[in-house]
């Protein structure tokens, strides 16, 4: 099962904290969460890494889309 977190114009703690959420639902397989700033890609990345996730990072326009994949 899918789920997009879409945490466009939120500062951190808050894409963090969103995408743990979405990580602890049950039958999650992948997440694509949305951010618009550098910080929130370093701190998602750096959480869902240390949660066991793989994580995909693209750039598109000012927006950033991470793919998380739990492993």
Partial sequence: M???VDARGLSCPEP???TRQALQEQGIKEITVLVD???AVENV???AESLGCQV???EQNSDFILTLRMN
């Fill in 16 to 18: 963090v904290l969103l």
């Fill in 2 to 4: 899918k789920r997009v």
């Fill in 45 to 47: 990345t750096r959480t």
């Fill in 37 to 39: 700033n550098k910080v």
């Fill in 56 to 58: 995909l990072v693209t």
